[in-house]
């Protein structure tokens, strides 16, 4: 014999409905007793006493991260260091032999490994920060801590693993004539804006790769692309000498932030890229881009920061 389900029975009249706002009389019991919403947003005050107070996490986070990450290669971690100069060697062999564009450019290869070192620290704290929510979801739902570790930590590891770079930086300058002068010293300031600008940007990637986890299949086609518009394997002055480019488009690529910071490094640390090659107000641009991207980057993560590894 065919059986009906009885429809359910109404809900009474005054009971809030499933996903609506709790029981103002519940809400103000769980407020005199000092409860609050798991899971809930703290204020931004708050949350910057939060990573202040985890900053030891942070730290062994990023460097429990660099070790573990060549620990399945046979050379181990001098791949930190093999990684970029196999770069710098292709784009040698590349730009440098058979497009030229070594033309022009005193110091060429300085030139070019400074460029590519600086680039890589930007793009791999990026593409780090990009899959630093989805790429950890099992750490985010499992521990309750401010989910800006995450990205701070991968930006930090890639700072760590530049530092291991600049060491053979520093060789491959000797070798090739360069002297260390205080100018060098210029190297801390531009480094330290250019971990701010990274880690803002990377906590803007970390919050749309926790929503898009497919974006961090697309970010190598933007890096690169950004490379190549930022004048790592060539000089931009040299490129637009004598070309008629809209002057908006000048302006556009000497204000990028990828080329402020390689600037910066070479002119620190290449005595034959003086301060005439350098766009101006770099200075002002390298710490005004800083200052917005760190700003813009943590608040714009910290809206979100009810939201992570959920749904």
Not at 229 to 253: R, T, W
Request: charged residues 10%.
């Amino acid at each position: 014999m065919p059986q009906t389900l009885a429809p359910p029975a109404p809900a009474p009249a005054g009971a809030p409905a499933s996903g609506t706002s709790p029981d103002p009389e519940l809400s103000a019991l769980a407020e005199r007793h000092g409860l609050t919403v798991s899971g809930a947003r703290p204020s931004l005050s708050e949350y910057v006493r939060q990573l202040w107070d985890r900053r030891h996490f942070i730290s062994a986070f990023a460097s429990a991260k660099l070790t573990a990450q060549y620990s399945q290669a046979k050379l181990g971690q001098v791949w930190q260091v093999a990684t970029p100069l196999l770069n710098a060697l292709v784009y040698y062999l590349i730009f440098g032999l058979l497009i030229g564009t070594r033309k022009g450019v005193p110091d060429f290869v300085p030139f070019l490994v400074t460029g590519v070192f600086i680039f890589t620290f930007t793009q791999s704290s990026v593409m780090a920060g990009t899959r630093s929510i989805s790429g950890n979801l099992g750490l985010v739902r499992a521990l309750h801590f401010p989910r800006a570790c995450l990205p701070i930590s991968f930006c930090l590891m890639q700072l760590q693993q530049l530092l291991f770079s600049m060491g053979v930086l520093v060789v491959i300058l000797l070798g090739f004539g360069q002297i260390p002068t205080w100018s060098w010293l210029l190297a801390v300031p531009a480094l330290t804006l250019q971990f701010v600008f990274n880690t803002g940007l990377a906590m803007v990637m970390a919050r749309l790769g926790s929503k898009t986890p497919d974006l961090a299949q697309l970010m190598p086609f933007i890096m690169r692309t950004w490379m190549y518009a930022s004048g790592v394997m060539f000089s931009i002055d040299l490129i637009l000498k004598g070309k008629h480019v809209p002057a908006f488009v000048e302006v556009l690529l000497n204000a990028n932030p990828a080329a402020v910071y390689i600037d910066l490094m070479r002119f620190a640390l290449i005595d034959s890229f003086t301060h005439h090659k350098l766009p101006p107000h770099v200075w002002a641009f390298a710490g005004g881009w800083a200052l917005l991207m760190g700003v813009v980057g943590f608040v714009y993560f910290w809206k979100a920061e009810e939201r992570y590894g959920r749904g």
